[in-house]
């Protein structure tokens, strides 16, 4: 991974520069990541079911929210 940083005065750093590819990727695995929790909790819970259509919808309603 091709990091910079961004530092201060007294040399600490305070930011991070990355490629915007690298960025891309990482975001794309933290939505997954976000996605198997969900299943998880849901999975867990004693919930009533939800159709599958019905979920995938609003899964994608929220990755498009997340990515505006």
């Known amino acids: ?6 530092t201060d005065k007294k ?10 590819r690298e960025y891309k990727k990482m975001m794309e695995q933290i939505e997954e990541l ?19 259509n019905q979920v995938f919808n609003e899964i994608e309603s929220k990755r498009h929210e997340l990515r505006s």
């Open 34 to 52: 976000e996605d198997i929790k969900l299943y998880d909790k849901a999975i867990e819970s004693d919930d009533e079911a939800i159709p599958a």
């Open 1 to 6: 991974m091709n990091t910079q940083y961004i």
């Open 11 to 20: 040399g600490k750093k305070i930011s991070v520069i990355l490629p915007i």
